[in-house]
């Protein structure tokens, strides 16, 4: 089953705006992170987040965890037109090694 | 570092015939993983190895698919006898033994099964 589910699915913000994607799952995790895939490459990661922290900044990228609600948001700021990616959110449930991915969102930012 | 390396970069083969992936993980790097990537699925895991040894392979999709470690720099994942429905990108991805690592995945391969 799906542990991790990215909304929206797809997102289209002009150059500057901010983007915010939020991430929701279902057990509990040890640790959420966020990849971001360009277009035929392979998965980069952005950040990570414990499951005792409850946000988290890289550069232009903040990360929020609410695990009372099960769910993650990652905010992009200032988007540009290179951000234009697939983001993809994978939660660690400390149980063994694995991380189970969502199906990504889409994020297409305009110049 | 080079970062995971994966070859072939693309592949198109026809049904029926036996497609061999490799990956060479990150030095150093104790855990390899597989996934298979389609866009009615998304991102699955196939398999996954630490210390070259397998220890999941429950989205293994069937017996036609076979993965092997044989030293920590090296992995095949192998699909005999192919089929069109395994076209996909397929992913290797390798990470540290230290708890709450990130994967660090390699470009993938695209296979076209005709």
């Known amino acids: 089953s799906q542990q991790g589910e990215e909304d929206p699915q797809a997102l289209s913000i002009q150059e500057g705006e901010n983007a915010t994607m939020n991430c929701s799952y279902k057990t509990s995790i040890n640790n959420l992170q966020w990849y971001r895939q360009n277009s035929g490459r392979g998965l980069v990661h952005l950040i990570l987040?414990?499951?005792?922290?409850r946000e988290k900044h890289s550069g232009r990228l903040r990360v929020t965890l609410d695990t009372s609600k099960k769910s993650s948001s990652l905010l992009i700021t200032a988007s540009r037109a290179a951000d234009t990616a697939s983001y993809f959110c994978?939660?660690?449930?400390?149980?063994?090694?694995?991380?189970?991915f969502g199906k990504g969102i889409t994020l297409s930012v305009r110049p | 570092d080079a970062g995971v390396i994966q070859s072939p970069r693309h592949e198109v083969t026809e049904m029926g015939q036996e497609v061999t992936l490799r990956c060479k993980p990150i030095?150093?790097?104790?855990?390899l993983f597989w996934y298979r990537q389609t866009m009615m699925r998304g991102l699955e895991l196939l398999i996954y190895?630490?210390?070259?040894?397998?220890?999941?392979d429950s989205g293994m999709p069937e017996d036609r698919f076979s993965a092997k470690m044989p030293n920590a720099s090296f992995s095949t994942l192998k699909i005999q006898p192919s089929e069109p429905r395994d076209s996909a990108v397929y992913f290797c991805?390798?990470?540290?033994?230290?708890?709450?690592?990130?994967?660090?995945f390699g470009p993938g391969t695209r296979l076209l099964v005709l």
């Open positions: 994978a939660t660690d449930t400390g149980a063994n090694s694995k991380l189970t």
């Open positions: 991805a390798s990470r540290t033994g230290f708890s709450q690592e990130t994967q660090y």
């Open positions: 987040i414990r499951s005792n922290e």
């Open positions: 030095s150093g790097h104790d855990y």
């Open positions: 190895f630490n210390n070259n040894v397998p220890i999941d």
